[in-house]
């Protein structure tokens, strides 16, 4: 058995750390949530509701992003008709904390570590804003795709860009990339 754990220590370690930190920043995520009550948005799914609108402005489109009075949600108002809402979900803090966990697993050096978690958390939640403001617009002209487009084509684009800053990672800048 020990012969074993041997063998594969840098694999346990790996899934160890990763299963630890991801178990660690979900707690506390979701004791950020459970500061809010019931009924309210998160302040994350606000700031993306809001740079959801701030980019759609710059296109010049008719959009309104607010508050469903009756549900912890944003509603996205574009050309006078509801198109889309946001919820907690959609702020990717959950793709966000899937990514950190597993840098943090594959940790290189702490200033190249704590460097990439930041500057590949800024290209996720810029992608995500991005991706949320396309939706919008592809659902308004094609309400038929939504599965499609929602449920398969803007995961795939979210999770790609997830998983090519992990190959990035391990091949430049993780102890491993030697």
């Known amino acids: 058995m020990?012969?074993?754990?041997?063998?594969f220590k840098p694999f346990l370690?790996?899934?160890g750390t990763f299963f630890f930190a991801y178990i660690v920043l979900t707690l506390v995520y979701k004791l950020?949530?459970?500061s809010f009550e019931a009924n309210d948005v998160d302040a994350v799914t606000n700031i993306v509701g809001r740079n959801v609108e701030q980019i759609m402005n710059l296109f010049n489109c008719d959009?309104?992003?607010q508050k469903n009075q009756l549900s912890p949600f944003l509603e996205v108002w574009y050309n006078k008709k509801r198109t889309v809402r946001i919820v907690e979900g959609c702020n990717a803090v959950?793709?966000?904390i899937l990514f950190v966990s597993f840098v943090i697993a594959f940790s290189g050096k702490f200033k190249a570590t704590v460097l990439f978690i930041l500057a590949g958390s800024l290209c996720i939640y810029i992608l995500n804003v991005i991706r949320i403001a396309i939706l919008t617009v592809l659902i308004y002209r094609f309400p038929e795709n939504v599965h499609i487009l929602h449920g398969?084509?803007?995961?795939?684009?979210?999770?790609?860009?997830?998983?090519?800053l992990w190959i990035f990672w391990i091949n430049k800048f993780s102890k491993y990339a030697k």
Not at 2 to 7: D, M, R, S, T, V
């Open 2 to 7: 020990k012969k074993y754990l041997i063998q």
């Open 13 to 15: 370690l790996f899934i």
């Open 32 to 34: 950020y949530l459970n």
């Open 63 to 65: 959009i309104k992003i």
């Open 94 to 96: 959950s793709v966000l």
């Open 152 to 164: 398969v084509l803007f995961p795939l684009i979210i999770y790609g860009l997830v998983f090519l």
